[in-house]
């Protein structure tokens, strides 16, 4: 990915130069003048913001929809907790994998570590996962990392986005009769063992989800940043056009 992207990175750079420097015909009054700089400058960088995340969004899709192929050929479909999952062994302990159709994956063993209250705990925080297409939404937050991990602030926006999608899934299992405590003790007992990168896995962002449970700090945090998140990502896109 790294070279691939130094690839994308170098060649956009080439047009951002070629988009500056090349004249650009005006036609007025006087004759035919060269276009504003600073405009066009701004101009080529929305372009090549749009180029690289999008390339990045689809490289990131289609290492997804790989995964999900292979996961979904190496499944054993089973009843757990009356949901319909797919056992795969030596895979994390559940998650949800698929971009249209998303489905739940546990490994082999997942009903022996956990009690039968726990097991249905963890089963309807993943089918929070599944219809609400988690999935696709950490392929989006994936996209934007390369940019974003460059700053301390957009790590921290990134991982406090990533915690929301599983808070928001631990508050679905709670209304569907699943207790805090359930859900508590499940990913103590699950939070060192990792799922595949790239898909929707119990452990993920344990440590702020057990301070949800606990005393609910973390789930009021990003309801104000719609606005501070579309300008730390915008900005730190720009200035790795400029400075890589």
Known sequence: MR??????????????????????????????????????????????????????????????????????????????????????????????????????????DLAIQLEPVELRAVLLHERHHQIDHAPARLILLDAIAWPLGRLAMGRRWLAGARAQIEIAADRYALKAGATRADLASALLKLGDQNAPVGVAGYAASSELRLRALLDDAPERMPDRSPWIASIVIAAAVLLVCLVV
């Open 3 to 108: 070279g691939s992207l130094g690839f994308i990175v170098l060649a956009s750079m080439a047009i951002l130069f070629v988009c500056v420097m090349a004249p650009m015909p005006v036609t007025g009054g006087a004759g035919t003048f060269l276009g504003p700089g600073p405009v066009r400058l701004v101009l080529a960088l929305a372009g090549i913001t749009g180029l690289l995340v999008g390339l990045s969004v689809a490289w990131y899709a289609e290492r997804h929809r790989r995964l999900a192929s292979l996961l979904d050929r190496l499944a054993e479909p089973a009843v757990l907790g009356e949901m319909t999952v797919g056992v795969v062994d030596g895979i994390g302990p559940a998650c949800v994998a698929g971009l249209r159709r998303p489905r739940i994956y546990c490994a082999t």
